[in-house]
């Protein structure tokens, strides 16, 4: 089985190999794979977060083009 992942913290999840999930990729079950969809940001700056919408609403909103460009790209 393989299961991509978008993260815009990819390293994280070599943690996983400490698990039963790194167990499943020793014996060559799982291929678990995080991609950076930051690579994919279009600004100088490589920001993937969004202007909050509707009001005074806490919380962190991303913008779905680098998403969209990652999942394209492979």
Do not use: W
Not at 40 to 68: E, I, M, S, W
Request: charged letters at 30%; one cysteine or more; a positive charge.
């Amino acid at each position: 089985m393989k299961i991509d992942v978008l993260t815009i913290f990819p390293k994280m999840l070599e943690t996983m190999d400490l698990s039963i999930v790194g167990k499943a990729k020793a014996a060559g079950k799982l291929v678990l794979e995080g991609h950076d969809f930051r690579e994919f940001a279009k600004n100088k700056q490589r920001h993937v977060d969004d202007y909050p919408y509707g009001g005074n609403t806490a919380g962190v909103r991303l913008t779905p083009r680098p998403g969209v460009d990652c999942v394209e790209s492979r």
